[in-house]
């Protein structure tokens, strides 16, 4: 076996030591976590007891009521990154239905959304159905969405359900500020996490040594005067060149800064410069199996910037799998839970 199976063997080990530690043994599981869809009773606000198609519990929601049928958007945690939105469909009926399509659609985006497939739902219980958001459309314009849902009863009849879902969570606002500041950042600089990971020291005082790259756009090139020239576009104010500006990153649930509270970047880029490297030393947050295995979002790293003169906010650089891996391995090791191979 090699040692990064026997680290992945060992903590996957511990997740599930850690995961069976939260559950109460004499309660049965609410449902496989593969399942399609998930189950919650119905009711002016849902208190759920299943589980989503990625197996985690989905928030309350107090859907719309539309001829018979609850209507509701939530995120989850593991939601974000794979840019996934649930639709919560209730049967506030007086018998079962089968759901055969579920579409999903709002001005804020640049096509209608479809579920993968239907489900049944039983009198007064809830279904969650998953579909994957389309590109934004930026700036965001003022949100009406539409979920459009078709059921057959228990006699074969067919019909179709169609209403502006609750958004309990503010789920749309923020997707669309998210979206639109990627957007913006998109047009100066495409911002990632390198995908080797230096370690340096060993054991609990080892450090891990992420690299995030900023690499500029280039410069677009115009024929206006006749003549070829590049150009970069304008600041949001119109004086001079767009410009980003990056601050910090911040922590995660499994990384913070070997020192500080925060990594300091201070860096100023715009489109025709030349790529530059920010090195962030990292430690464990937290050596706990049981974060771990609650955690979704620990190894998005969260940078703070601005466009001066337009948004500003925050945006998470996501690892890529190769980097996730060694970032669990990093953890294994430093934290203990790594295999000792012969």
């Known amino acids: 076996m090699s040692t990064r199976a026997a680290t992945t063997a060992a903590l996957t080990a511990l997740l599930l030591v850690a995961v069976s530690g939260c559950s109460n043994p004499a309660t049965p599981a609410a449902g496989p976590a593969a399942s399609s869809s998930a189950t919650t009773p119905a009711g002016a606000s849902v208190a759920p007891t299943g589980t989503t198609a990625n197996g985690t519990t989905p928030p309350t929601v107090a859907p719309v009521v539309v001829d018979g049928l609850g209507l509701a958007i939530v995120q989850n945690r593991p939601d974000y990154g794979a840019r996934r939105l649930q639709l919560s469909i209730t049967n506030e009926s007086a018998s079962p239905v089968t759901v055969t399509a579920a579409q999903f ?27 994957l958001l389309p590109e934004a459309v930026c700036p965001a314009p003022s949100t009406t969405p539409t979920l459009t849902v078709t059921v057959t009863d228990a006699a074969g009849a067919s019909r179709e359900v169609a209403g502006s879902p609750a958004d309990p969570f503010a789920v749309l606002p923020r997707i669309a500020g998210e979206d639109c500041l990627d957007d913006a950042v998109a047009t100066v600089a495409d911002l990632r996490l390198a995908d080797t990971l230096e370690v340096t020291g060993a054991g609990s005082d080892s450090v891990a040594h992420l690299q995030l790259i900023v690499d500029p756009r280039p410069m677009a090139t115009t024929t206006d005067t006749g003549a070829s020239s590049r150009t970069a576009p304008l600041s949001p104010t119109g004086a001079g060149p767009i410009t980003l500006r990056l601050d910090h ?3 995660t649930i499994l990384l913070r800064p070997a020192d500080g509270t925060d990594w300091p970047i201070d860096l100023e880029v715009t489109p025709g410069d030349a790529p530059v490297t920010v090195t962030l030393d990292a430690v464990p947050a937290r050596c706990d199996p049981h974060a771990i295995a609650e955690d979704k979002r620990g190894t998005f790293v969260p940078v703070t910037l601005e466009i001066p003169g337009g948004p500003a906010g925050t945006v998470s650089i996501p690892s890529s799998d190769t980097l996730r891996l060694a970032i669990y391995d990093y953890l294994a090791s430093t ?3 790594a295999v000792a191979t012969g």
């Open 105 to 131: 659609s709002s001005p804020q985006f640049t096509a209608p959304v479809a579920a993968a497939k239907g489900t049944e739902i039983p009198v007064g219980l809830t279904r969650f159905l998953p579909v």
């Open 335 to 337: 934290c203990g839970f």
């Open 249 to 251: 990153a911040a922590s």
